[in-house]
Structures are given as structure tokens and as C-alpha cells.
Nanobody, 122 residues
Framework: EVQLVESGGGSVQAGGSLRLSCTYS????????IGWFRQAPGKEREGVACISSTDGSTVYEDSVKGRFTISSDNAKNTVYLQMNSLKPEDTAVYYC???????????????WGQGTQVTVSS
């Protein structure tokens, strides 16, 4: 059974940093992408960042470029999202998801975590 579990959310002031973790298990495939998505109240879910399992390629949504960094530790089956210079508009529930095979920030993704809340105050 494929599972993805997010952790690391919380509350921070504007300009602060958080690191989200996504630990995955049950993968039986070699070609996949792990993406981070977020959904703010009253808004549609949007893709934030994605990393490929095959070559480590990454892609970011424009509003987070230069502030967020996605990375992976294959030995720990964990993908991270380092979020710096956080803004109030980054407030959302953040989800990690897996797509196999896959790439990019466009849904559908095949497997989803339960989400973790990130709140940025001004």
C-alpha cells in the first residue's frame, strides 16, 4: 500500500522559514514524481514544486521560485520542501503527492498525503 505522510507544518511570521517533509512507503515503481501542492481557504489547489525520481529534476510554481527548494533523500524515502522568506499568501494546507510515471505540477496525481497546515502571519 502506497502511503505518503507530511510533517513540519506550523505557524511562522512573515520572512520566516519552515521545512516540510514527505515520507513515502509502499512504492513498487522506479519512475515517479513527488509533488508539493497547496490549497488556501476558498482557493483551488495548486502545484508548488515537483521533483523527479529518475534524474532529480525540479520545477517550481512562479510565486515560490527563489524562496522554496524541493529536495529528496532516497535513502530515507523522504522529500523535503524548504520554504524561506515566507509570506502571508503562502498560508495553506500543503500536500505531497506521487505520480507514476509522471512529471510536473498539473494534476491528476495518483497518491496523496493527508496534508499539513502552514500559517504565515504578517
Amino acid at each position: 500500500e502506497v502511503q505518503l505522510v507530511e510533517s513540519g507544518g506550523g505557524s511562522v511570521q512573515a520572512g520566516g522559514s519552515l521545512r516540510l517533509s514527505c515520507t513515502y512507503s509502499g512504492f513498487t515503481f522506479d519512475d515517479y514524481a513527488i509533488g508539493w501542492f497547496r490549497q488556501a481557504p476558498g482557493k483551488e489547489r495548486e502545484g508548488v514544486a515537483c521533483i523527479s525520481s529518475t534524474d532529480g529534476s525540479t520545477v517550481y510554481e512562479d510565486s515560490v521560485k527563489g524562496r522554496f527548494t524541493i529536495s529528496s533523500d532516497n535513502a530515507k524515502n523522504t522529500v523535503y520542501l524548504q520554504m524561506n522568506s515566507l509570506k502571508p499568501e503562502d498560508t495553506a494546507v500543503y500536500y505531497c503527492a506521487a505520480q507514476t510515471p509522471g512529471w510536473g505540477l498539473i494534476e491528476p496525481y495518483d497518491y496523496w498525503g493527508q496534508g499539513t497546515q502552514v500559517t504565515v502571519s504578517s
